[in-house]
């Protein structure tokens, strides 16, 4: 955390339970610890990161290849969240980066 007296200059701070709380309502990428994968809209969390998803698209790598389940709700435990990406999902990145744009 930064001293006081930068904390004061630097009033861009946001903390993590911030942000997370500013994804309530909207779509969120969750990435699991191990295989899985879960797209739904962030309904509430808690101070452990337990979260609560609803409308979730469950992407699961399996030997057979990638397993996709529709669920209407579900209970994450934090323990097992690895990375929160807000707005997108797995299906977003199927095509590859983004070329830069051309300067003209």
């Known amino acids: 955390m930064l001293p006081a007296k930068q904390r004061e200059t ?3 701070e946001v903390m993590p339970s911030e942000l997370v709380d500013r ?6 990428w969750v990435i699991m610890r191990g295989d899985k994968e879960m797209v739904g809209t962030l309904r509430g969390f808690d101070v452990y990161v ?3 998803l609803e409308d979730v698209t469950e992407y699961e ?3 057979e290849g990638r397993r996709v389940t529709k669920l209407d709700q579900i209970l994450l435990n934090g323990n097992n969240i ?6 997108g ?10 070329e830069p744009a051309q300067e003209e």
Do not use: F, W
């Open 23 to 28: 994804c309530i309502g909207s779509r969120i």
């Open 89 to 98: 999902g797995p299906e977003d990145m199927q095509a590859g980066p983004a």
């Open 82 to 87: 690895a990375v929160l990406v807000p707005g």
């Open 50 to 52: 337990n979260m609560v």
């Open 61 to 63: 790598d399996t030997p």
């Open 10 to 12: 630097n009033k861009s």
